[in-house]
């Protein structure tokens, strides 16, 4: 079984900076992409960006292309989300997720983090 573990979230005003971190743990983790996802009261939960584990190459949402990164430690099976530039439309519970090998889509979640961005 794989287990995520997010870190990081908290309460910043618009404008600052903070960042996510999402810890791996299982015998049997190989994933394929890690990405990072998020809910807002009221909305559906929407993609915010995504890690291929192997080489590396990332995608992100239109919203957050210029202001987030997401990258990772494959030694600590760990990916991050570097956030600059934090508006108040990006309040939500972050989670991170994992697909395995062989899994058409993202497979394992964490139990996310709440990020909250005063005015």
């Known amino acids: 079984q794989v287990q995520l573990v997010e870190s990081g979230g908290g309460l910043v005003q618009a404008g600052g900076s903070l960042r996510l971190s999402c810890a791996a743990s299982?015998?049997?983790?190989?994933?394929?992409?890690m990405g990072w996802f998020r809910q807002a009261p009221g909305k559906e939960r929407e993609f915010v960006g995504r890690i291929r584990w192997s080489g590396g190459e990332t995608v992100y949402a239109d919203s957050v292309r210029t202001r987030f990164t997401v990258s990772r430690e494959k030694v600590k099976t760990t990916i991050y989300l570097q956030m600059n530039s934090l508006r108040p439309e990006d309040t939500a519970v972050y989670y991170c997720?994992?697909?395995?090998?062989?899994?058409?889509?993202?497979?394992?979640w964490g139990q996310g983090t709440q990020v909250t961005v005063s005015s």
């Open positions: 997720a994992a697909q395995q090998v062989g899994s058409p889509n993202y497979n394992f």
């Open positions: 299982g015998r049997t983790f190989s994933p394929v992409a």
